[in-house]
């Protein structure tokens, strides 16, 4: 794969999309939504050969049955939880009788985007204490949307409440998202909570975890709820750090592994005093692959203040090309490459997660 190719991905990745990746993704969608109502549908599937250059070198065709309708065909099963609903409002996705497909596509798993429900349900220092100034309004709705459908939620923990953020302690300190033209999201920082000149912003922020882990044993104690642990680490404008920092990569390791060892072992504690048991995970990367790769799951899986309490292991892959297909530079060229393409990633997130000193390591999601 060569560099350009694999500079293409990093830039789409950072949701920088093109025209044509734009269009490719409106495909995609319109492709879902359309499977429920095929029956059995019949395609003509190119695959392309890489060369060890990674350059196109032949091409095959082959004609492939798809069977959405009579589900008799056992061969290759599509596990409950290989494909669900994602996206920051499900409400969107099951509008216009949207949600009648649902029980008939088999899902059972929703993704509750990367929605910042912290600044939501915590607006104010005042509010982890006192319920009455708590905002539970959209987590509450999606979650009774995931109950209504039968669907088991992931729950994206992530973002810093104004509170909690640099600019607002006293004496007052830099955020990092803001020293950049034009200025990042605000809340995409590492939470800061200065007492004396002492911090602790993390903690704070793992104590507002529990509560929600709290919150949602009481309210939706059949949910079996997983939570994610921020959103994109791994981007800068996900978790911000200085303008120039030549280290920033090392940097948003370090920031994200306190944010995860101060967060789960409190909502773990909260859930065995419930009387329930959640799984929690990340780091939701944006990039998983190659060497970026091995900077960020080694660090995790084997730092003893987090491992133990890593039940699931979780990355975003966006889809990009030039074309649908048609070439390396096409969708299914790019999805099909060897050292990145879908499977490839796959692969190479599995190899890292097995290394891991995580408890079932072997069998770690």
Known sequence: MNKSKQNEFRFLSQEKRSNSGRFLGGLTVFLVLSLPVLLIGR????????????????????????DFGSRQNHGHPIPSQFLGIGGIDMSIALSNNGGKYVPQAGFHFAKMGDHD???????????????????????????????????QPMITLAYTPSWLQPQNQTPRQTNACLTYSPPITAANVKPMFLVNGQDSG?????????????????????????????????GNTFLCMPKGDKNGDADRVTAYKAIYAAAAPLMRAQASKDGTHVKIGGP???????????????ALLNDPAIYPYVDFISYHRYLYGKTFSGGGTSLVGNAQDSLL???????QVARAVRAGKQPNAARTP
């Open 284 to 298: 939701a990367l944006v990039y998983a692959l190659q060497s970026h790769l091995q900077m960020w799951l080694p």
């Open 43 to 66: 395609t003509l599937l190119t695959t392309f050969a890489a060369s060890p250059q990674g350059n196109t070198a032949a091409s095959s065709s082959h004609n492939v049955t798809v």
């Open 202 to 234: 993390t903690h704070l922020w793992g104590k507002l975890a529990a509560l929600i882990v709290a919150h949602v044993d009481q309210k939706f104690p059949q949910a079996q709820s997983l939570y994610e642990i921020w959103n994109q680490p791994d």
């Open 341 to 347: 393409g879908v499977t490839a990633e796959y692969e």
């Open 117 to 151: 429900y912290m600044s939501e349900i915590f607006p104010t220092l005042a509010s982890m204490a006192n319920p009455s100034q708590q905002n539970w309004t959209r987590l509450d709705q999606q979650l009774t949307l995931a109950k209504q459908y039968n669907l």
